[in-house]
């Protein structure tokens, strides 16, 4: 989902990230994006940083194309953090809103979403295509009226948390777990299907 179409240009997700890290600080310094740019050491099937950084996250943004849903890791990570925040006091939802954002990069029928990605409507970064292929990203445009929307989602489930709901002991930030599907995510899979 990070590839990009031209050499010249970074990938999707690495702008999305830059986008949304810059909304977000403009609000509050005390947010921090967790994502696994560097996708880490490939031998392991479910890498003990991700686990961990997923403990430590409010909420989580799941970049949902096709490939998402079809993915064991990221559904791996769906159920980690959707576990995690059930046994929270502050819960799945905070202030009627869901800890898990739904970020649609395809147009994929509710029917196909992952179970604990339905009950909203999630937040279409895609063009409405029959497919649905990503916006084109730009601060002004679709993508950038709809990067304010889900800034302004974030913000309001981030002043709905009281100090002691969801951050950890001794941390004085929010932490949000970016998930998505790429390229190594499917090779690790493959691998292991091939071995079983």
């Known amino acids: 989902d990070n590839a990009s179409e031209t050499e010249s240009d970074e990938g999707w997700v690495d702008q999305f990230y830059k986008y949304l890290d810059t909304k977000l600080n403009k609000h509050s310094e005390k947010v921090k994006i967790w994502w696994d740019s560097k996708n880490l050491d490939r031998s392991e099937v479910f890498d003990q940083s991700i686990e961990e950084a997923i403990h430590k ?35 799945l939802v905070i202030d009627n809103r869901s800890r898990i954002v739904n970020v ?24 409405g295509g029959d497919y649905g292929d990503p916006m084109k990203v730009s601060s002004d445009g679709p993508f950038g009226d709809q990067m304010k929307e889900l ?23 929010f932490t949000i777990h970016l998930a ?17």
């Open 57 to 91: 996250s409010a909420l989580m943004i799941c970049l949902h194309s096709r490939r998402y849903s079809q993915s064991e890791y990221c559904m791996k990570e769906l159920d980690i953090f959707h576990e995690k925040a059930q046994k929270e006091d502050a819960g």
């Open 104 to 127: 649609m990069l395809s147009n994929i029928h509710y029917s196909e979403w992952p179970e604990k990605l339905q009950g909203t409507s999630g937040f279409p970064f895609h063009d």
């Open 180 to 196: 998505e599907a790429n390229d190594s995510l499917i090779d690790r899979l493959s691998l292991i299907h091939i071995s079983e």
């Open 151 to 173: 800034r302004n989602a974030l913000v309001q489930i981030f002043e709905g948390f009281t100090e002691s709901t969801v951050k950890p002991k001794n941390e004085d930030s």
